[in-house]
């Protein structure tokens, strides 16, 4: 399989008439922020999600219309409905704070797998559900873990980095 680099606003409309096609997406994961689930170089697939219902803990592409304007792979930890209007609110796995509230027009998919290192793990399967959801309660203590191993790696990395300077 060849790959094609995309960035920005071309990635967006290809992404977006794919699955609005009715096809997967499998595109190469960039970042940290999913930590560990999806690791920066991971190979994703994306599912549209279609009429199908999204819940808590799914992993979701969507578009977030911010200042950064890219599209974001993030789990979904909240959902709330008011007014007939059902919000999402996402976040990383490794990231403290929610990314805000979305609604379903701006998720453009849900991941169905994930390749590392040659094997597949899939995320749509009874067994993966159950995980994911024992996975959402020890969140919070991911983050932690986390946060002490970034700064573990900044310190060693840069004292090695003073040390072959001199």
Known sequence: ??????????????ANGVLQNGHNLRFRAHGRSMWPSIQDGDMVEIQPVGEK?????????????????NLIVHRVTKIRTENEVTRYTTQGDALYYPDGQITRDKVLGRVVSIEREGRLRRQNTPLARVATSTWVIFLPAVRIIYSLYSKVYQKFFKHNRELTDT
Request: net charge negative.
């Open 1 to 14: 399989m060849s790959l094609i680099t995309l960035k920005g606003v071309d990635y967006e409309d290809i």
């Open 53 to 69: 219902r999204i819940r808590k803990g799914d992993v979701v592409l969507f578009n977030p219309r911010t200042e950064c304007d």
